[in-house]
T-cell receptor, first 109, second 113 residues
Framework: KQEVTQIPAALSVPEGENLVLNCSFT??????LQWFRQDPGKGLTSLLL?????REQTSGRLNASLDKSSGRSTLYIAASQPGDSATYLC????????FGAGTRLTVKP | GAGVSQSPSNKVTEKGKDVELRCDPI?????LYWYRQSLGQGLEFLIY????????KSGLPSDRFSAERTGGSVSTLTIQRTQQEDSAVYLC???????????FGQGTRLTVV
Protein backbone atom coordinates (compact mmCIF):
# COMPACT_ATOMS: atom_id res chain seq x y z
CA LYS A 1 0.00 0.00 0.00
CA GLN A 2 1.30 3.43 -0.97
CA GLU A 3 2.30 5.61 2.01
CA VAL A 4 2.60 9.36 1.46
CA THR A 5 4.34 11.67 3.93
CA GLN A 6 4.46 15.45 3.92
CA ILE A 7 6.99 17.51 5.81
CA PRO A 8 6.68 19.88 7.57
CA ALA A 9 3.21 19.46 9.01
CA ALA A 10 2.97 23.20 9.57
CA LEU A 11 4.98 26.19 8.44
CA SER A 12 4.76 29.89 9.28
CA VAL A 13 6.76 32.43 7.29
CA PRO A 14 6.81 36.19 6.77
CA GLU A 15 5.49 37.56 3.52
CA GLY A 16 7.99 37.56 0.66
CA GLU A 17 9.91 34.45 1.65
CA ASN A 18 10.59 31.60 -0.75
CA LEU A 19 9.65 28.22 0.69
CA VAL A 20 9.73 24.51 -0.04
CA LEU A 21 7.16 21.88 0.86
CA ASN A 22 8.16 18.22 0.76
CA CYS A 23 6.28 15.08 -0.20
CA SER A 24 7.67 11.54 -0.10
CA PHE A 25 6.11 8.25 -1.14
CA THR A 26 7.04 4.62 -0.66
CA UNK A 27 6.11 3.00 -3.98
CA UNK A 28 7.82 4.54 -7.00
CA UNK A 29 5.52 2.75 -9.48
CA UNK A 30 3.33 5.80 -10.00
CA UNK A 31 1.77 7.48 -13.01
CA UNK A 32 1.62 11.06 -11.81
CA LEU A 33 1.76 13.32 -8.77
CA GLN A 34 -0.64 16.16 -8.15
CA TRP A 35 -0.41 19.11 -5.73
CA PHE A 36 -3.56 20.67 -4.29
CA ARG A 37 -4.39 23.48 -1.92
CA GLN A 38 -7.26 23.41 0.53
CA ASP A 39 -8.64 26.49 2.21
CA PRO A 40 -10.42 26.06 5.57
CA GLY A 41 -13.85 24.53 5.15
CA LYS A 42 -13.42 24.23 1.39
CA GLY A 43 -12.75 21.53 -1.18
CA LEU A 44 -9.44 20.91 -2.93
CA THR A 45 -8.10 23.09 -5.73
CA SER A 46 -5.63 21.55 -8.17
CA LEU A 47 -2.34 23.44 -8.43
CA LEU A 48 -0.01 21.32 -10.55
CA LEU A 49 0.10 17.85 -12.08
CA UNK A 50 3.49 16.28 -12.80
CA UNK A 51 3.49 13.28 -15.07
CA UNK A 52 5.89 10.48 -14.20
CA UNK A 53 7.97 11.23 -17.31
CA UNK A 54 8.45 14.85 -16.25
CA ARG A 55 10.88 16.19 -13.68
CA GLU A 56 9.16 19.48 -12.97
CA GLN A 57 6.15 21.65 -13.70
CA THR A 58 5.69 25.38 -13.24
CA SER A 59 2.66 27.62 -12.80
CA GLY A 60 3.25 31.25 -11.90
CA ARG A 61 5.09 31.43 -8.57
CA LEU A 62 4.76 27.66 -8.07
CA ASN A 63 7.27 25.07 -9.19
CA ALA A 64 6.91 21.38 -8.46
CA SER A 65 9.59 18.77 -9.00
CA LEU A 66 9.40 15.01 -9.07
CA ASP A 67 12.11 12.42 -8.49
CA LYS A 68 10.24 9.18 -8.95
CA SER A 69 13.20 6.90 -8.29
CA SER A 70 13.79 8.38 -4.85
CA GLY A 71 10.09 8.77 -4.08
CA ARG A 72 10.14 12.54 -3.58
CA SER A 73 8.42 15.66 -4.78
CA THR A 74 8.86 19.25 -3.72
CA LEU A 75 6.61 22.26 -4.14
CA TYR A 76 8.49 25.54 -4.30
CA ILE A 77 6.57 28.77 -3.66
CA ALA A 78 8.36 31.96 -4.60
CA ALA A 79 7.76 35.34 -2.98
CA SER A 80 5.04 34.05 -0.67
CA GLN A 81 1.93 36.15 -0.03
CA PRO A 82 -0.71 36.09 2.73
CA GLY A 83 -3.17 34.71 0.15
CA ASP A 84 -0.99 31.61 -0.12
CA SER A 85 -2.04 30.64 3.42
CA ALA A 86 -3.77 27.26 3.13
CA THR A 87 -3.11 23.56 3.55
CA TYR A 88 -1.10 22.05 0.71
CA LEU A 89 -1.68 18.40 -0.14
CA CYS A 90 0.22 16.08 -2.45
CA UNK A 91 -1.53 13.15 -4.11
CA UNK A 92 0.33 10.21 -5.58
CA UNK A 93 -1.49 8.66 -8.51
CA UNK A 94 -0.89 5.01 -9.24
CA UNK A 95 -3.64 2.42 -9.46
CA UNK A 96 -5.55 4.79 -7.19
CA UNK A 97 -4.86 8.22 -5.64
CA UNK A 98 -3.35 8.48 -2.14
CA PHE A 99 -2.80 11.66 -0.15
CA GLY A 100 -0.34 12.93 2.39
CA ALA A 101 -1.64 14.59 5.57
CA GLY A 102 -0.74 18.03 4.22
CA THR A 103 1.36 21.02 5.18
CA ARG A 104 -0.52 23.90 6.82
CA LEU A 105 1.09 27.11 5.58
CA THR A 106 0.65 30.52 7.19
CA VAL A 107 2.14 33.57 5.49
CA LYS A 108 2.21 36.57 7.80
CA PRO A 109 1.85 40.11 6.39
CA GLY B 1 -22.14 21.10 -15.08
CA ALA B 2 -18.64 22.50 -15.31
CA GLY B 3 -17.31 20.84 -12.19
CA VAL B 4 -17.81 17.97 -9.78
CA SER B 5 -21.07 18.42 -7.94
CA GLN B 6 -21.86 16.89 -4.55
CA SER B 7 -25.15 16.86 -2.70
CA PRO B 8 -26.25 17.62 -0.14
CA SER B 9 -23.62 20.14 0.95
CA ASN B 10 -24.57 19.55 4.58
CA LYS B 11 -26.37 16.66 6.24
CA VAL B 12 -27.33 16.24 9.87
CA THR B 13 -28.65 12.81 10.80
CA GLU B 14 -29.51 10.89 13.91
CA LYS B 15 -27.33 8.05 15.05
CA GLY B 16 -28.55 4.76 13.59
CA LYS B 17 -30.12 6.27 10.47
CA ASP B 18 -28.95 5.54 6.92
CA VAL B 19 -27.63 8.33 4.67
CA GLU B 20 -26.93 8.66 0.97
CA LEU B 21 -24.37 11.07 -0.43
CA ARG B 22 -24.35 11.88 -4.11
CA CYS B 23 -21.53 12.78 -6.51
CA ASP B 24 -22.00 14.01 -10.08
CA PRO B 25 -18.60 13.83 -11.82
CA ILE B 26 -17.48 15.99 -14.70
CA UNK B 27 -19.12 14.72 -17.88
CA UNK B 28 -16.97 12.14 -19.64
CA UNK B 29 -14.74 11.43 -16.65
CA UNK B 30 -14.36 7.69 -16.19
CA UNK B 31 -12.45 7.70 -12.90
CA LEU B 32 -14.26 8.60 -9.67
CA TYR B 33 -12.89 8.64 -6.13
CA TRP B 34 -14.46 9.01 -2.66
CA TYR B 35 -12.53 10.27 0.37
CA ARG B 36 -13.36 11.06 3.97
CA GLN B 37 -11.79 13.96 5.85
CA SER B 38 -12.31 14.16 9.58
CA LEU B 39 -11.82 17.50 11.34
CA GLY B 40 -8.19 18.60 11.11
CA GLN B 41 -7.14 15.37 9.39
CA GLY B 42 -5.92 14.38 5.96
CA LEU B 43 -7.90 12.62 3.23
CA GLU B 44 -8.76 8.99 3.91
CA PHE B 45 -9.26 6.95 0.73
CA LEU B 46 -12.60 5.11 0.63
CA ILE B 47 -13.33 3.75 -2.83
CA TYR B 48 -12.32 4.19 -6.48
CA UNK B 49 -14.24 3.50 -9.71
CA UNK B 50 -12.61 3.30 -13.13
CA UNK B 51 -14.88 2.74 -16.09
CA UNK B 52 -16.49 -0.69 -16.08
CA UNK B 53 -13.79 -2.29 -13.94
CA UNK B 54 -14.57 -3.66 -10.51
CA UNK B 55 -14.23 -0.83 -7.97
CA UNK B 56 -11.35 -0.69 -5.50
CA LYS B 57 -13.18 -0.92 -2.18
CA SER B 58 -10.08 -1.40 -0.07
CA GLY B 59 -10.57 1.86 1.86
CA LEU B 60 -14.14 1.32 3.06
CA PRO B 61 -13.89 1.30 6.89
CA SER B 62 -16.69 -1.19 7.58
CA ASP B 63 -19.50 -3.10 5.92
CA ARG B 64 -21.83 -0.23 6.84
CA PHE B 65 -20.26 1.70 3.96
CA SER B 66 -21.06 0.97 0.32
CA ALA B 67 -20.94 2.84 -2.96
CA GLU B 68 -22.22 2.39 -6.43
CA ARG B 69 -21.83 4.14 -9.71
CA THR B 70 -24.72 3.94 -12.12
CA GLY B 71 -24.12 4.07 -15.87
CA GLY B 72 -20.53 5.07 -15.32
CA SER B 73 -21.59 8.53 -14.18
CA VAL B 74 -23.34 9.48 -10.92
CA SER B 75 -22.10 7.80 -7.75
CA THR B 76 -23.84 7.32 -4.43
CA LEU B 77 -22.05 6.61 -1.16
CA THR B 78 -24.34 4.98 1.39
CA ILE B 79 -23.66 4.76 5.10
CA GLN B 80 -25.97 2.46 7.03
CA ARG B 81 -26.69 2.71 10.76
CA THR B 82 -24.62 5.87 11.09
CA GLN B 83 -22.36 6.33 14.11
CA GLN B 84 -20.97 9.54 15.60
CA GLU B 85 -17.48 8.65 14.35
CA ASP B 86 -18.85 8.82 10.79
CA SER B 87 -19.10 12.61 11.16
CA ALA B 88 -16.72 14.10 8.59
CA VAL B 89 -16.55 15.79 5.23
CA TYR B 90 -16.98 13.34 2.38
CA LEU B 91 -15.18 14.41 -0.79
CA CYS B 92 -15.59 13.14 -4.32
CA UNK B 93 -13.17 13.60 -7.21
CA UNK B 94 -13.19 12.65 -10.88
CA UNK B 95 -10.63 12.50 -13.66
CA UNK B 96 -10.83 11.74 -17.39
CA UNK B 97 -9.24 8.38 -16.64
CA UNK B 98 -6.72 6.92 -14.25
CA UNK B 99 -3.52 8.95 -13.88
CA UNK B 100 -4.86 12.20 -15.30
CA UNK B 101 -5.58 15.38 -13.36
CA UNK B 102 -8.29 14.95 -10.73
CA UNK B 103 -10.90 17.54 -9.80
CA PHE B 104 -12.74 17.69 -6.50
CA GLY B 105 -16.25 18.63 -5.48
CA GLN B 106 -16.91 20.88 -2.51
CA GLY B 107 -17.79 17.95 -0.30
CA THR B 108 -20.68 16.90 1.91
CA ARG B 109 -20.35 17.72 5.60
CA LEU B 110 -22.01 14.89 7.53
CA THR B 111 -22.86 15.35 11.19
CA VAL B 112 -24.23 12.42 13.17
CA VAL B 113 -25.98 13.46 16.39
Amino acid sequence: KQEVTQIPAALSVPEGENLVLNCSFTDSAIYNLQWFRQDPGKGLTSLLLIQSSQREQTSGRLNASLDKSSGRSTLYIAASQPGDSATYLCAVIGDDMRFGAGTRLTVKP
Amino acid sequence: GAGVSQSPSNKVTEKGKDVELRCDPISGHTALYWYRQSLGQGLEFLIYFQGNSAPDKSGLPSDRFSAERTGGSVSTLTIQRTQQEDSAVYLCASSPRTALEAFFGQGTRLTVV
